[in-house]
């Protein structure tokens, strides 16, 4: 899934190239999967192609029609990645400040005290989040809400599950 987060623009601009923001480390995630689909992936799911073919009929084969869906996959997964890579655009490691506060921004480290403790979310675009890691999508209710707020803010945010007060603690 493309994103062109942190413009609030889901498509480029006539004659620009769609930006996909990326912390360095997802983009390196990211070329180390498509290097592994590429390299082993591939022939692994090729093999496998091989040895159902050989095994007989493959009109009545599933195991044939196994490996075709698993093949479908995984290309479909490094075009994807492919065209992440391509269109990537590395977010820097600087914390924005604004009247001498760090902002949280795209790409920033947010410690927040929430009602069950603190914890630290890392605001990523939507091709990297992920919340078995604390990477939190800016554009999830908790992302949205916390953009553009300060050290110290207190920040309102409205869930499915309901409202919380989540406050700032430190910005990275």
């Known amino acids: 899934m493309a994103t062109t987060a942190g413009n609030g623009n ?8 769609e930006k996909i923001y990326l912390t360095r480390e997802g983009y390196e995630e990211k070329k180390e999967r498509l ?3 590429v390299t082993k ?14 095994a007989g009929d493959i009109s009545e084969s599933s ?10 996959l995984v290309e479909g997964e490094i075009q994807e990645l492919q065209h992440i890579i391509d269109n990537a655009a590395i977010l820097d490691d600087l914390p924005a400040v604004t009247g001498g506060k760090r ?8 410690t927040v005290e929430t009602p069950r403790g603190e914890k630290t979310l890392q605001l990523v675009s ?6 078995a890691n604390n990477k939190v ?5 908790v992302g949205r809400a916390l953009l553009g707020h ?7 945010i409205t869930t499915p599950g309901g409202s919380q007060v989540y406050t700032i603690r430190a910005i990275k």
């Open 126 to 131: 939507t091709v990297e989040a992920n919340s």
């Open 103 to 110: 902002v949280v921004r795209l790409g920033s480290a947010v």
């Open 137 to 141: 999508s800016d554009q999830s209710p």
């Open 63 to 72: 195991a044939y029609e196994d490996a075709k869906n698993l093949q479908a």
């Open 41 to 54: 992936r591939r022939r692994e799911v090729a093999d496998y192609i091989h040895e159902a073919k050989e």
């Open 35 to 37: 290097d592994f689909l």
């Open 150 to 156: 300060k050290e110290g803010d207190k920040v309102e």
């Open 10 to 17: 889901n498509s480029a601009r006539a004659g620009e190239k």
